[in-house]
Every structure is written in structure tokens, then in C-alpha cells.
């Protein structure tokens, strides 16, 4: 793949502006393009707080009239992007956040400013700006989806266009009475068109009108084809299916490096993994916990019922009488919001709680907790288990969309086979999440394979069980767990307690200790 001319489109480009994941693939998937050899310029609003820094910038096509004012396409490179600003002042100078106002709702004039921003889209795809015209036009999400609308109702050659769904629960539906204002034809307004239960459909136009449609997960492209997953757009998206792949997102490899990350306090890799116990107790300190060698969960999250924060809620209790630790890092539901600082109350020096969204804190809890709770009910992807996985954090995920298709359980099997890298539990229930963080939920598994056979690997001894032994005891000893309800686990360790070269590499590694062998 290269020599293709990409216009990425997006409301939201990390680190220009981020309310979520959106802007961090945004940010991401356009260096990643153009490492394989590709021309990509990425169009986003010109919002006050990104003109104030980049520069220089230098005018390529402007609009006299765009949505009720002049507008201009400025270029500018920042952070190894090409960048094609929309500078719309009567659209978006203005305070808030690139979607909700101050005073907590959405910008009742989002609709023009997010058809602004396709309509330029569409405008550059026809060659709005000398020199440069795209092969290919990706829209991601609602905010850029009439971009293939207005490309789509072209008589004459245009680009291909891609749309990336996000987060499907997000559709940018507006009422009827706009239609006039976005100049679409009157064949627009139709089933086929922009027309969703008698509103105007930002994404279900993009959807119908898009040449491929991409999702963020294999498993969430499934989900979404059902009446359950697809938000009242199942229908289009299962009559659409030949044009619709999972693809799974990734992260920025660079941002997020343990090995370099600036953020944290200090470096580390998978060869000295023992310098990640500096960032724990920096995260202490910086939530006013003691030190402690018991596990440290996290989330690091909108707090929404979509992400399923409710039922962790609901747990707060038995996690703290399990033993763990809890820091909460995020901000929506003000209700959510409440109950978590209510709990820090209760729980002072267990649970630690910042209401709003901190990058540079979002580093330091990833190196430094021991593990990521993300309970969701639906997520397309997710990207704060990618960042734990890259950063030795567990995930602790429901099973749905790309949490499925990003994280191995830690099964029997997997376990056996060295390849486990989290825990899934299933379904989106307090209990459920309980016993997913309970560490007896691995020893359940562990405890019926040795059962069945006198080693992990079956009736001799393998590298499974060199790599298991160390959970079932050093490990086991942090966490203050009993086996005393595994008799096949303690009969299990009996044996490999009994084998000379244990015992030898035992007085080696922690002489004058006694392991933890029952």
C-alpha cells in the first residue's frame, strides 16, 4: 500500500483536542499511512485552541458563505501531521468543548458545524485546493459523515469514500427542519438519503452513501448487524454487510512507551519489569495512599452507563473488603461522578478518585496500577486496554465488542499455553465484575486441570507449570490468599515442592524463606 492521496476526517485529532478515543486513532492512523508511503491531510474544525498552537498556516481554499459565514482552509504541520483547519469563527470560536457548551448541553448549532466540516471535506474531495486532491475520503464518525452524502450526490468523478463508526450509540440526528440549510437535493430526503424516523441522520447518510464502511473491531462489525448492537441502524448496516469490516484500532506505540514515556516516574520494559514497583508507589503518593503491596485497580474512563460504571459502583464494597485499592480517573454521569467521590470519602487511603480527563495522569496509572477494571455493556473497541497490555496493567474486561477481541482470558488452556493477557467476565453484572477481580476465579480453572492431570501440561512437567508456580505461591503471598478450598492446587504444589531442582532454585532465589506450598 502507498502513493494514495487519504483526507482523514475527523471533529477530534490527538494531541490537538480529545474528549475520547476518536482523536486518538485520528491522530495515530495518518502517521501510520504515511509510514507506508501514503500522502494523508488530515480536516479538522480550526477551534481557537488549536490555532493558538500551530503555525505557520497558510490559506488553501476558502468559502464565502459556509453555514452562515466566510470560511477559510488554512494549512499547518503539528506532531507529524499535514493539517487542513477549518476556520469557521462563527461556527467555532467559541467557549466549551468542540461538541458541549459551558453550560453542560450541546451547541444547539452542531448540526451546521459538523455539516461545515463534511461539506469542506466534500469541497477539498472535488479539488477545492490547488495541487493536492485525495484518492480517498475518510469520515469518522457522525461529525464527518455527510462528507460521502455530499460526495455521493456528485454527477461527476470523486473520490472513493471510507466512513469509520466509532461508537455507533453516537448518530448526530437533527430535526427535519434543517434539510433546506444543508443544500442537498430533494432526492436526499429518503430512505436512501439522509432520512431517519423523520429527522435528518448525519451517519445513517454516511453510512448508505460511504463506498466501505469500517468498524473498530472484528467482533463489534458482528454486533452491530443485530437489532441488540445496532442502535436502529441494523437494518441499513446488515443490507450494507458486504461493505462493512472490523478492523481492530491500534494505539500509538511512540505516545505510549513504557521504555521512553516522559509522564511516568520511571521507564521500564519487559527486562527490568521490577522498575514498574516505582511507578506503584509513585501512584500512591500521588493519590495519598500508603504503601502497599496489594493490588492497585483502575479505571480510566468516561463515566458513563455505556461504560458500565454503574455496576462498579455496586462492587465498591466487596473490592475494598477483597482487599484492593481503587483510583477512578474520568468524568460524565454526574451521578457516577457523586457516587465515586462518596466512596473515596467512606474509603480514605483505599480509593482515589479525579473527576475530568488528565493525559499525563492517564500514563502514570496505566504504569503504575496493577490492573484496568472496563466493565462496558457495548464498546466498539476500546483503547485503555491496549495501553494497560503495553504497560504490564491486567485488563479486567466484559466480554463484548473489541474488549473480546483484544484481551486472552485467562482460561485453563491459556494459561497452560503462556498466552493469557487478562481477564473477561461475562455478563455486565456486580457479581459478574467480583468475580472476575476475585483471584480465585484463575485457581477455579487451575484447580479442575489438575484434577484431570498431575501437571498443567499433562503427566509431565513444562515450562506451564515453571510459569504457574510462582502465582500459585510468591505471587499468592502478596494478595493473602488461602488454598484451603483447592485440595488438587495444594496437592499439586506438594509435588513440585518435593522435586530437588525446585528446592535448589528456591534456596537460590529466597533463602531462608519458606514457600507457600499449601
Not at 477512578?328 to 467512606?346: M, P, Q
Not at 481477564?423 to 485457581?443: C, M, N, S, W, Y
Request: net charge negative; charged share 20%; hydrophobic share 45%.
Amino acid at each position: 500500500m502507498g502513493d494514495i492521496r487519504v483526507l482523514s476526517v475527523a471533529s477530534e485529532v490527538f494531541p490537538l483536542i480529545k474528549t475520547g478515543g476518536l482523536a486518538d486513532v485520528a491522530g495515530a492512523l495518518p502517521l501510520a499511512l504515511e509510514r507506508l508511503g501514503n500522502d494523508v491531510h488530515t480536516l479538522m474544525p480550526a477551534y481557537p485552541s488549536i490555532l493558538d498552537r500551530v503555525g505557520p498556516l497558510a490559506p488553501k481554499a476558502h468559502f464565502a458563505n459556509l453555514f452562515g459565514g466566510a470560511a477559510t482552509v488554512l494549512a499547518a504541520q503539528a506532531h507529524g501531521l499535514q493539517l487542513l483547519l477549518l476556520d469557521a469563527p462563527h461556527l467555532y470560536d467559541r467557549p466549551g468543548g468542540p461538541y458541549i457548551g459551558l453550560n453542560g448541553y450541546d451547541h444547539p448549532d452542531n448540526w451546521a458545524r459538523f455539516a461545515a466540516l463534511g461539506k469542506a471535506a466534500a469541497e477539498i474531495g472535488l479539488g477545492a485546493i490547488d495541487g493536492w486532491r485525495p484518492d480517498i475520503v475518510h469520515a469518522h464518525d457522525w461529525q464527518a459523515a455527510l462528507a460521502p452524502v455530499y460526495l455521493a450526490f456528485e454527477p461527476g468523478p470523486r473520490p472513493r469514500t471510507v466512513i469509520t463508526i466509532h461508537n455507533l450509540a453516537f448518530q448526530g440526528a437533527f430535526p427535519h427542519t434543517i434539510l433546506p440549510a444543508l443544500g442537498l437535493p430533494d432526492t436526499a430526503w429518503s430512505i436512501e438519503g439522509v432520512e431517519y424516523y423523520g429527522s435528518v441522520g448525519f451517519l445513517k447518510g454516511g453510512l448508505h452513501a460511504a463506498d466501505l464502511i469500517t468498524t473498530v473491531s472484528p467482533t463489534y462489525a458482528a454486533e452491530i448487524l443485530t437489532p441488540h448492537g445496532g442502535m436502529g441502524l441494523d437494518g441499513l448496516l446488515r443490507g450494507r454487510a458486504d461493505r462493512l469490516v472490523g478492523i481492530v484500532n491500534g494505539v500509538d506505540v511512540e505516545t505510549w512507551n513504557p521504555a521512553t514515556d516522559p509522564e511516568i516516574a520511571a521507564n521500564f520494559t519487559i527486562n527490568d519489569i521490577f522498575k514498574r514497583q516505582i511507578n506503584k508507589r509513585a501512584l500512591e503518593a500521588e493519590f495519598g495512599f500508603p504503601e502497599d503491596d496489594g493490588p492497585i485497580l483502575a479505571v480510566v474512563s468516561r463515566l458513563t452507563w455505556q461504560k458500565g460504571l454503574d455496576i462498579l459502583v455496586e462492587a465498591i464494597e466487596p473490592i475494598v473488603a477483597g482487599g484492593f485499592r481503587l483510583v477512578i480517573v474520568g468524568s460524565g454521569d454526574r451521578l457516577l461522578e457523586g457516587e465515586f467521590l462518596a466512596a473515596s470519602a467512606r474509603h480514605a487511603g483505599r480509593i482515589g478518585v479525579r473527576i475530568g480527563y488528565d493525559e499525563p495522569l492517564s500514563h502514570r496509572v496505566q504504569a503504575g496500577a496493577d490492573a484496568l477494571i472496563v466493565p462496558s455493556r457495548f464498546e466498539p473497541c476500546g483503547l485503555t486496554q491496549l495501553y494497560a497490555l503495553r504497560y504490564g496493567c491486567l485488563p479486567v474486561v466484559s466480554r463484548v465488542g473489541g474488549l473480546a477481541d483484544t484481551v486472552i482470558d485467562a482460561n485453563v488452556a491459556a494459561v497452560t499455553a503462556g498466552v493469557a493477557t487478562g481477564v473477561i467476565f461475562e455478563p455486565v453484572t456486580r457479581d459478574a465484575l467480583v468475580k472476575g477481580l476475585d483471584a480465585h476465579i484463575v485457581e477455579d480453572t487451575e484447580e479442575a486441570r489438575l484434577e484431570a492431570a498431575p501437571f498443567f501440561g499433562g503427566s509431565a512437567l513444562t515450562t506451564a507449570d515453571i510459569m504457574m508456580v510462582y502465582c500459585l505461591t510468591t505471587s499468592r503471598a502478596f494478595r493473602g490468599l488461602t488454598l484451603d478450598d483447592f485440595p488438587a492446587i495444594k496437592a499439586y504444589l506438594q509435588r513440585i515442592g518435593e522435586r530437588p531442582a525446585y528446592q535448589r532454585a528456591m534456596a537460590k532465589a529466597e533463602p531462608g524463606w519458606t514457600p507457600m506450598l499449601g
